[in-house]
């Protein structure tokens, strides 16, 4: 099976930056994903690493180590409708995505 | 931008009903999905579709679950006889292939809330 950790809830501040992190055990995986939620809405998709290293896409940038187990998001210039729930989640690479409990993060001004 | 679409947006049913749920994937899409999210839970994968057969399923998705594709475009969950424990949001997702790296990016629609009273 699969464990997937990341922090229940984080605040920030408008302007700064952001880590969250997500740490996971699996036997074997195609790649890691993080998502986007804000509540009451579907996931809509942030970004994919399937090699170790840093994937860079605007102000979203998210890495990835699998001999450590662990993935980031890093947000940089939050803003106000950052404020939403991010989620890890592990493509298992049979046809499935496993997914953390999320990290609410929350932007104040 | 194409979008995965679903139907109803909110569906009330009684305990022991049969539903419905459908949703339109993305039209170049080949893989479909349904994955469930009870309220304050995390988000659980129930089945994958491919070439209209079933390609993965959780331990949920257990007799009272069934998925078609009806035609070239809808694709359906039925709850044959809903519980209250199958009150939840359920998400359809659809992905271009398994090619890998951005192929196998799942695409969520914006979801269906049943509640089972």
């Known amino acids: 099976g699969q464990n997937i950790d990341q922090p229940t809830e984080m605040t920030a501040t408008e302007g700064a930056i952001v880590q969250i992190n997500c740490t996971y055990q699996t036997s074997g995986f195609n790649g890691l994903f993080w998502y986007q939620q804000h509540a009451g809405e579907a996931p809509t998709f942030l970004s994919y690493?399937?090699?170790?290293g840093l994937e860079e896409k605007g102000r979203f940038s998210s890495f990835l180590s699998r001999s450590k187990g662990y993935s980031y998001l890093l947000l940089k210039e939050l803003q106000m409708k950052d404020s939403a729930s991010y989620l890890c989640a592990l493509n298992t690479g049979f046809q499935k995505l496993v997914f953390g409990t999320g990290t609410r993060l929350l932007v104040s001004p | 931008e194409p979008e995965v679409t679903q139907t109803p947006s909110h569906q009330v049913t009684q305990m022991g009903q049969e539903v419905i749920l459908r949703c339109v994937p993305i039209s170049n899409h080949l893989y479909f999905y349904w994955y469930r999210q009870i309220l304050g839970q995390k988000v659980e994968f129930l089945v994958s579709?491919?070439?209209?057969?079933?390609?993965?399923k959780s331990e949920i998705f257990d007799d009272q679950f069934s998925v078609e594709r009806p035609d070239g475009s809808n694709f359906t969950l039925k709850i044959r006889s809903t519980k209250l424990e199958d009150s939840a949001m359920y998400f359809c997702?659809?992905?271009?292939?398994?090619?890998?790296?951005?192929?196998?990016?799942?695409?969520f629609g914006p979801g269906t809330r049943l509640l089972v009273l």
């Open positions: 997702a659809s992905s271009p292939g398994l090619a890998g790296g951005k192929e196998e990016t799942q695409y």
């Open positions: 579709f491919y070439n209209n057969e079933i390609s993965e």
């Open positions: 690493n399937v090699l170790d």
